[in-house]
């Protein structure tokens, strides 16, 4: 009778544990499945082109079957530059008429095509290379590479 008394112990204690391990497992995947534990969503908005070329305004919005991606970036080059290309794995074009000329200190806008749409809501990363010369007689073509991590809206 006693060993009786033990295994009731015993299978009491295991599905008292279990079903306090059922629950925290069900409500981590309640937590997974509502976008609670996405790392992407606790990460800050940042445009990255490095301090010469800097981004001043970035979004990336949704229109339906197109994306795009509007950067304002400013020119601390200190000497004139032209932009002749904007290319990026996700970049089908934009609106960077051969060569889009920035003068220095100023500002101006890059409207770039995207060849998926990313829905509204959530946080993505868009890579892009924009090719530049310095507007002078001579000048070779440069690269800057960088990122535009935001939210699409």
Same mark, same amino acid.
């Given at each position: 009778m006693v060993k009786q008394r033990k295994a009731q112990a015993a299978f009491e204690y295991l599905t008292t544990y279990g079903w306090a391990v059922l629950t925290a497992l069900v409500a981590i995947g309640a937590l997974a499945y509502f976008g609670f534990l996405n790392p992407n969503?606790?990460?800050?908005?940042r445009c990255d082109f490095g301090k010469q070329l800097e981004c001043v305004e970035y979004r990336i919005r949704d229109e339906g079957a197109l994306g795009y991606v509007d950067l304002q970036i400013r020119n601390n080059f200190g000497k004139d530059i032209n932009i002749t290309e904007v290319a990026g794995e996700e970049i089908v074009g934009g609106n960077v008429p051969p060569p889009l000329t920035i003068h220095a200190g100023d500002t101006e806008e890059l409207i770039?095509?995207?060849?998926?749409?990313?829905?509204?809501?959530?946080?993505?990363? &868009?890579?892009?290379?924009?090719?530049?010369?310095?507007?002078?007689?001579?000048?070779?073509?440069?690269?800057?590479?960088?990122?535009?991590? &935001?939210?699409?809206?």
């Open positions: 969503n606790l990460l800050p908005n770039l095509n995207l060849n998926i749409p990313f829905p509204a809501g959530e946080k993505k990363e &868009v890579s892009a290379i924009i090719v530049f010369m310095r507007n002078q007689a001579g000048a070779t073509e440069h690269n800057i590479s960088g990122t535009v991590f &935001v939210t699409v809206q």
